[in-house]
């Protein structure tokens, strides 16, 4: 009965370990989120400076996702100063994407090179290399803990890029995951050298009509300069049939369209 007991012990040991959750299918899970064909949001965007001065600027986000791959426009409608600035992302092939500008003052597109993608997004705290797709396939991801983060049970996880990844713009980023939706809630980033950089807080999540989770308010915080990103999404509509001329360079071009 004994040898029965411990055989029993082993095998309930062995299965807990083959349950166990991994950090790559946290990361896989937590990008996998994104589960409609299309969205259009409209963004409130402020920065706010160390003395708490704000800059509030509009934006209009259209996503679309064909064959596994994903393109996406953020176009700016206010203030004038801003207004019919556009960006495009256009997934290529897993892991690969290209970038396009348009500055109206300047009249052209201009595509964004792999040296300024960790430079800033139009001012705010968010590099262009954030706004890219992430492929889980150029990372090493760990689960290091589970802690309670605000009121929700998260696994830790740890991301690092592979030793052979050069477009990799962080070191390190650490994510708070909640574990009854694999929604992140926090990210903290380290730059290439290791060192602290950045701090992304979810502040408030909700859902589609559809079931979908999104960031409906976010902020992005500059550690060392102290300078915030507030992103709150106003409204967002899943599933809404966005046609592809919105992801072409033409659209970035035209200046009678929003």
Not at 180 to 194: L, T
Not at 210 to 236: C, F, P
């Amino acid at each position: 009965m004994k040898r029965s007991a411990v055989a029993l012990m082993l095998l309930l040991f062995v299965a807990s370990i083959a349950l166990a959750i991994t950090g790559r299918e946290i990361v896989e899970k937590m990008r996998a989120q994104e589960t409609y064909e299309d969205a259009i949001t409209k963004v409130k965007m402020e920065l706010v400076n160390p003395q708490g001065k704000k800059r509030t600027r509009i934006l209009i986000t259209r996503y679309k996702e064909k064959d596994g791959l994903t393109r996406a426009t953020t176009t700016f409608v206010y203030p004038d100063d801003v207004k019919g600035t556009k960006f495009l992302v256009i997934e290529e092939k897993k892991g690969e994407t290209t970038q396009y500008l348009f500055l109206p003052a300047l009249g052209k597109v201009r595509k964004i090179t792999a040296k300024e993608r960790g430079g800033s997004f139009m001012g705010s705290d968010f590099s262009y290399a954030d706004l890219q797709p992430h492929d889980p396939e150029k990372g090493i991801h760990k689960l290091v803990r589970e802690e309670k983060c605000g009121e929700h049970e998260c696994y830790v996880v740890e991301s690092t890029p592979k030793p052979d990844e050069e477009d990799f713009e962080y070191s390190k980023v650490t994510y708070w995951v909640r574990k009854d939706n694999y929604y992140p809630i926090k990210a903290v980033f380290h730059d290439k050298k290791g060192n602290l950089l950045k701090q992304l807080t979810v502040e408030e999540i909700a859902q589609t009509p559809d079931g979908v989770w999104y960031a409906k308010k976010s902020v992005m915080e500059n550690l060392r300069t102290h300078h915030k990103t507030v992103l709150e999404i106003q409204e967002i509509r899943t599933n809404a049939g966005i046609p592809d001329e919105f992801f072409t360079l033409r659209f970035l071009e035209d200046k009678t369209r929003l």
